[in-house]
């Protein structure tokens, strides 16, 4: 099972199945309330899909969007913001993969896709 995460900020309704519809071949998800998680699935091929957005994350201006699956339209988590980014043009973050359990927080890195273009950032 494949597991991608992103953190879209000010996420307004219907962003994300407005960018997953030209991305995924079947798209059951209604992100018209962002005040609670949602819930949905999709179909990419003949894989069936989750999607779990959690408003709220990171200090409440930001929206994990959360895709699981056995085939997913991307690879990695950058390849997915870099989707996200191009259709929605709002700030888009990830991690780039190579933390680990253990390793210092304040070290940690994260990818920012915005206006200014890609680069690894500490969140805060």
Request: aromatic share 10%; glycine share 10%.
């Amino acid at each position: 099972m494949q597991d991608l995460e992103i953190y879209i900020r000010d996420l307004e309704s219907g962003d994300v199945s407005g960018w997953l519809s030209g991305q995924l071949d079947h798209l059951e998800l209604n992100d018209s309330d962002l005040n609670g998680v949602v819930k949905g699935a999709g179909r990419y091929g003949s894989e069936r899909l989750r999607i779990t957005l959690y408003p709220g994350a990171f200090g409440k201006r930001f929206t994990s969007v959360v895709l699981e699956g056995e085939r997913l339209p991307w690879h990695s988590d950058l390849e997915c913001a870099r989707s996200a980014w191009r259709v929605l043009d709002r700030e888009v973050r990830c991690s780039p993969g190579d933390w680990q359990e253990g390793d210092p927080v304040e070290d940690e890195k994260w990818w920012r896709l915005d206006h200014r273009g890609e680069q690894k950032v500490v969140w805060n």
